[in-house]
Structures are given as C-alpha cells and as structure tokens.
C-alpha cells in the first residue's frame, strides 16, 4: 500500500476513534446532566390550605425546574399531624422544608432540634416579631385575631373597640369564643398572659365568665353564630370573618385595641428541616415563599394580610385592614412560653 492511500487509512481510524469518544463522552454528560436535572427536587410538608398553597408551589417549580413534592396535612389533623410526622422522622427527616400555617408548633419543632437555621435575603424587611431571630423559622402572610359583630344585634357606634369591651355588661350572654384550649383562641390567651402578666389576665377571663360568654366548637362555629345573631358579638380569625363578609351577611369586624395593646397577628412560617436532603433547593423555596410576589397572591387567594414592607395589599383586603395595623409587641417564644399556663388556669378555673 502506497504512504498517501496508508496516511488517509490512518486518517480515517482516527477520526472513526475520535468520534467516538466524542459520542461517548456527550452521551456520559448527557447521562449525568439528566440524572441532575432529574434529581433536582425539594420535599415540602404543607398545613396551609391546600386550594391556597398548591397553586403557588406550582408556580416555584415552573420558575425553578425544580419538582416540589408537597405532604398535605388533612382538615381534621391540621398542622398537628404533620407536626408529629417531622418529630418521628426526627432521625432519618424525609422533608425538606415546612410550611405551617401558624407559629406555635414551630416554636415547638425548634426546642426539638428538628430545625435548622436559615436566614433567607427575603426576610429582611418582615418586622422583627413575625420572625425567629436566630432564623430557625421565619413568618409571612398572616391572619389575625379580631371581633366580630352582627349589625342588625350591635348599633352603629355600639361595637366594641377593645376585648375589654366585652366585658360591657349589656353583653351579657351574648358574646362567644372558640374552645380556649385548642386552636387560635388558645394562641390568644397565651399571647395576652405573656403580654399583660398572669393577674390581669386571670381577672379578665373571670370577668368574661361572669357576663355569660359562651364557648363553642371552633372560630367558624363563632362566625357562624353571631351571623345567625344567637351571639351579638363573637372572638374569630379574619379568614373566618372575611368568609362572612364575601357572603354579605350582616357582619362586620374590628382590629382589637389599635390603641393600646393591639392585636394578635398570627402568620405563616417557613423552616429549613435539619438534615434535609436537598437543602439548596430547600432553600430556594424558602426565599420564594418569603417573597412579595407570594404575598400578595395570598393577599388576593385567602385574604392574608402581607407583612414585608416591599408588599402590597389587594383591594379586597386593604378597605378592611386599618392603615396601620398594630400588631401584639410579644414573641412567638414568649407565647410559647405561657400557653401551658394559659390551659392550666383556663382547665380549672375559666371552663368550671
């Protein structure tokens, strides 16, 4: 065989070896960029509303590309259950992130080392209150505790500006609460003993068992009975008052104390799981839900009031939410702290 015809030959193995390994190469990187790609998730346990919530997490895993797995908590077992979940899996944690819909519990899964800190650029400008300040969880998008009252029952200039009005005796028997040992109405207690010290508290609760207050199931059975006007005035959650308003019964509702002590604001928190096996999209997650735009697509869903001071109201929310609204100046660790104390006094005194 002539050189020229020997060279090409060569020529020819080479680029047949070369190509190969080329293909080779681009099929490994391939094999290894899905693999990546297809592996990039974060397992999320959600008590929020699940109507509210999922669409939202839709939304992250379209901006992302990253497949959010959500662990829904069912309606009778609201947060609670998945509460216990993360405190069994403590050892081996399967989730990655928590979205409560509420604070205690959190406060909770912090004592119980089931947390790990994480201080998201997003939470800067949430007030110091609604927040952990060593970033073990982190609040947004809150609701509140307020009065409730039907207008056909209560006059115009009547309705109670103050849960020391409650104590008017022209109520009497005629205002209702939730059960104070679960729920809200427990936060509540907690929160104004921690706030206000456990004498004044105790009186005031002694002072509202004398004028006849009812106790029934729950926060909606409280909406429920004042639209009805078997109860004039009643203790509920906004999400609960604004549910009547919508329906344009003969409601209306007022943020306790504005001029004083102020109200409860209870919100969503966010958490970092410890030991979550992929933190970094954890992460992201965390930063997206502590944004404003999922503020205010909560504001305009379920009517939650933004507490970032780069978020805006919907139109809906704002005519109901005073300009300013003042918040209770308690921690969430503080009402922790109190809560065993409120249910004690409220088992053996209040309910008796």
């Known amino acids: 065989m002539d050189k020229p015809k020997r060279l090409r030959k060569n020529y020819n193995r080479f680029l047949l070896y070369f190509s190969s390994i080329i293909l080779i190469i681009a099929v490994i990187s391939f094999m290894f960029f899905y693999k990546s790609q297809k592996e990039r998730i974060v397992v999320v346990y959600v008590s929020h509303d699940q109507d509210y919530s999922e669409p939202i997490l839709k939304e992250f895993e379209n901006l992302y590309g990253?497949?959010?797995?959500?662990?829904?908590?069912?309606?009778?077992?609201k947060s609670v259950g998945l509460v216990n979940r993360l405190i069994a899996e403590k050892n081996n944690p399967q989730a990655?992130?928590?979205?409560?819909?509420?604070?205690?519990?959190?406060?909770?899964?912090?004592?119980e080392g089931i947390l790990e800190p994480y201080c998201s650029p997003n939470s800067i400008d949430i007030p110091f209150q609604?927040?952990?300040?060593?970033?073990?969880?982190t609040g947004f998008a809150a609701r509140a505790r307020v009065i409730i009252y039907n207008t056909k029952k209560v006059g115009e200039n009547e309705e109670p500006k103050s849960i020391y009005d409650l104590l008017n005796p022209k109520w009497k028997g005629k205002i209702c609460i939730a059960n104070p040992l679960i729920g809200s109405t427990s936060t509540h207690l907690a929160a104004l003993f921690a706030l206000l010290g456990d004498e004044k508290v105790?009186?005031?609760?002694?002072?509202?068992?004398?004028n006849g207050v009812q106790i029934v199931e729950s926060n909606s059975m409280v909406r429920d009975q004042v639209v009805a006007g078997e109860c004039y005035i009643g203790l509920t959650d906004t999400d609960d008052?604004?549910?009547?308003?919508?329906?344009?019964?003969?409601?209306?509702?007022?943020?306790?104390?504005?001029e004083s002590i102020g109200t409860l604001v209870f919100p969503n928190t966010v958490m970092l799981i410890n030991g979550a096996k992929h933190e970094e999209e954890g992460k992201l997650l965390i930063d997206f839900l502590l944004s404003s735009k999922v503020e205010e697509e909560l504001s305009k869903t379920a009517l939650q009031i933004p507490l970032k001071n780069s978020s805006k109201f919907s139109s809906e929310l704002r005519i109901h939410i005073p300009e300013k609204l003042k918040g209770m100046n308690v921690s969430f660790e503080d009402i922790y702290s109190k809560m065993e104390t409120a249910k004690l006094f409220v088992q053996e005194e209040f309910l008796r």
């Open 66 to 77: 990253i497949k959010v797995k959500a662990v829904y908590d069912t309606e009778a077992t």
């Open 96 to 111: 990655d992130v928590f979205w409560n819909n509420e604070p205690m519990r959190s406060v909770l899964l912090k004592k």
């Open 130 to 137: 609604y927040k952990d300040e060593e970033c073990y969880f």
């Open 202 to 210: 105790k009186e005031f609760l002694l002072k509202l068992k004398e």
């Open 241 to 258: 008052a604004f549910d009547a308003i919508k329906e344009g019964k003969d409601v209306k509702m007022v943020f306790p104390d504005q």
